[in-house]
């Protein structure tokens, strides 16, 4: 008699509910973000488009495609995702070498980094990157994880592929997601079990080449000197940088509140974009700012459980470099906003404008609330072991 199952290949009573907290922190983090770009970009859309919900509408739309994406990645298979990799690499390198087209990517100060979508609207291809970059070498890392640390030549494709990645993010001249990139993809090699000195090896590869394109631009080394000399140099990239610290200050202990009171954001260029938290900072005061941390921290928190408790090294691995990768460019993009770091182009996940940053962030929450139902070391396979176990005791093959 064949073995049959209504609604999936695991029994009930081995089921794993979602991690509810993780998703409450996802939503609210959106909702804060939504909230927060509402008021903060109505006099620039007012300003440019002559309708003051312009960012907000669009906004508002990439939020419902995301969580369309959530939904999705929350629900398919564990198994049917990972086997999708090798073709989500192949159309990732695709959109990268769409960039490179003149008719097919939109050019935007400088730079080629959007691919042209339907309804005017634009996809950034370094976005897709950080998803399929993870996806790949956390695919890689549980394949070859039981020799991972013994042979050093198995992390040498994975090295080869993060690099050609990364190069090229650089080609669209995009320095600073490029060097975020490399960088956090450093930290996971370590935290997965790759050598310290294969770290180094890369570092210093990595570090000549991001030598090279830094130098090659004046725009590049001015921005680190405007970050050094702040006072004399406001012409030099960093008017916003002084803006946001002006802003955040002006928000005190309890905040300026909303709308027309925000007259140091209202100052500061393309406000709903990297600088959104210099708005929310002002709006919300110092009570605003602790409250954010204390989201982001249980933000990490229920995800990183999430990761060190699946069975699924795949997902853990994923589910890991997805939260860490969100936490890590939320860190660096209020280091910039205050001043700590020097400009970037990071944007603040959940928060700032930016369909292809929401829809992927989306996405990889998505996954992290499919592996905290994972519990068994591979969820398409969990009633295969099963069977295997009890006609290894039995001694007679009951299911056919």
Same mark, same amino acid.
């Given at each position: ?285 110092? !009570?605003?700012?602790? +409250?954010?941390? #204390?989201? &982001?921290? *249980? /933000?990490?928190?229920? $995800?990183?459980? @999430? ?31 205050? !001043?700590?770091?020097? +400009?970037?182009? #990071?944007? &603040?996940? *959940? /928060?700032?404008?930016? $369909?292809?940053? @929401? ?38 093959? #009951?299911?056919?």
């Amino acid at each position: 008699m064949g073995s049959y199952c209504f609604f999936a290949d695991r029994p009930v009573g081995q089921y794993k509910k979602s991690d509810i907290g993780f998703s409450l922190s996802v939503i609210l983090l959106l909702g804060f973000g939504l909230f927060t770009l509402y008021f903060c970009s109505q006099s620039s859309a007012s300003r440019l488009f002559g309708d003051s919900f312009y960012f907000f509408r669009r906004q508002f739309l990439c939020v419902a495609v995301g969580f369309a994406g959530f939904l999705l990645m929350a629900m398919i298979p564990i198994k049917a995702i990972r086997n999708f990799i090798p073709a989500l690499t192949i159309i990732t390198l695709i959109i990268c070498f769409m960039t490179f087209i003149p008719g097919l990517s939109v050019e935007k100060n400088g730079a080629r980094r959007w691919v042209k979508m339907p309804m005017n609207f634009t996809l950034q291809s370094s976005e897709v990157v950080k998803m399929t970059l993870i996806f790949y070498l956390a695919n890689y890392f549980d394949k070859q994880h039981s020799i991972l640390l013994k042979e050093d030549r198995n992390v040498f494709k994975a090295v080869v592929v993060m690099l050609f990645f990364i190069a090229l993010i650089l080609l669209q001249k995009d320095f600073s997601t490029s060097l975020f990139l490399y960088t956090f993809c450093c930290i996971f090699f370590w935290c997965c079990g790759m050598k310290i000195r294969w770290i180094w090896f890369v570092g210093v590869i990595a570090a000549l080449g991001f030598l090279y394109f830094f130098l090659s631009k004046e725009y590049r080394i001015e921005r680190i000197i405007s970050f050094l000399n702040p006072n004399e140099h406001l012409d030099s990239g960093n008017y916003q940088t002084m803006t946001s610290k002006r802003a955040i200050s002006a928000g005190g202990f309890w905040g300026a509140g909303i709308g027309s009171n925000l007259v140091q954001s209202n100052k500061i260029p393309e406000v709903q974009s990297d600088y959104i938290f210099a708005s929310w900072a002002e709006a919300m005061g110092l !009570g605003g700012v602790i +409250s954010y941390f #204390i989201m &982001l921290g *249980f /933000f990490a928190w229920r $995800g990183i459980k @999430v990761a060190l408790f699946c069975k699924n090294k795949f997902a853990a691995f994923s589910s890991f470099g997805f939260v860490g990768m969100i936490v890590f460019q939320a860190l660096i993009n209020c280091g910039v906003v205050c !001043g700590a770091l020097p +400009s970037t182009g #990071i944007p &603040l996940p *959940f /928060f700032s404008l930016g $369909g292809s940053s @929401v829809i992927i962030t989306m996405c990889m929450c998505g996954f992290v609330v499919n592996s905290s139902r994972c519990d068994t070391e591979d969820d398409n396979d969990y009633k295969d072991n099963e069977f295997v176990e009890i006609e290894s005791i039995e001694g007679v093959g #009951i299911y056919e």
